[in-house]
């Protein structure tokens, strides 16, 4: 455990708010980790994402606050993503975000691999009963799950997993500096 790690669990009563920051903070400073996680967002959703910037705490015109939003070129939204290492789902999550998405894109929730699998049961369970979607039927990779919603996607992968397949690519591309961010 890094010291960051250490202070952020003791200090913080919301760690996923930290780890959000931080995660925008490395895709706004490093090209090749954005392109990596549009990779990885693709290979999720099969949608292809141009992200050109983020924003966290963005509040939705339902008052619903994804952790973090992908912004495309022409200035739409086109991907929340909410991160959830044990706190519950909100009224809005997430049939809120797939309302709230502008455009056609992806919802995706990063959880700590424990957890991914009852999380992703939740979120199934509730999209079925606001009647936005048939009882599901998805794509199960490895810990990676997804699922066409009302014409949206919506996705959910560990965070380990994410963290890992950003540090992949940012080390191939000898970025140090953003592999130790990564690693913190």
């Known amino acids: 455990m890094s010291v960051l790690s250490h202070l952020a669990l003791r200090f913080s009563t919301h760690p996923e708010n930290l780890a959000t920051e931080a995660l925008a903070y490395i895709l706004g400073q490093s090209l090749v980790a954005r392109r990596s996680f549009e990779r990885l967002v693709a290979g999720l959703?099969?949608?292809t994402l141009e992200l050109?910037?983020?924003?966290t705490q963005?509040?939705?015109d339902d008052q619903s606050r994804p952790d973090l939003v992908g912004?495309?070129?022409?200035?739409l939204q086109t991907l929340s993503v909410e991160v959830k290492f044990w706190a519950g789902l909100t009224a809005a999550q997430p049939t809120g975000y797939l309302a709230a998405m502008p455009a056609p894109g992806v919802v995706l929730f990063v959880a700590p691999a424990a957890r991914l699998h009852t999380l992703w049961d939740e979120l199934t369970r509730r999209v079925v009963q606001a009647g936005l979607t048939q009882p599901p039927v998805l794509a199960l990779v490895a810990h990676n799950l997804s699922m066409s919603v009302?014409?949206?996607?919506?996705?959910?992968?560990?965070?380990?997993?994410?963290?890992?397949?950003?540090?992949?690519d940012v080390e191939a591309a000898a970025e140090g500096e953003t592999a130790a961010d990564i690693r913190q």
């Not at 912004?71 to 200035?75: C, F, N, S, V």
């Open 71 to 75: 912004i495309g070129p022409d200035g």
């Open 58 to 60: 963005s509040v939705n």
């Open 150 to 168: 009302a014409g949206q996607v919506m996705a959910a992968i560990s965070w380990r997993e994410l963290l890992g397949f950003l540090q992949n």
């Open 45 to 47: 959703s099969g949608r």
């Open 52 to 55: 050109h910037r983020f924003t």
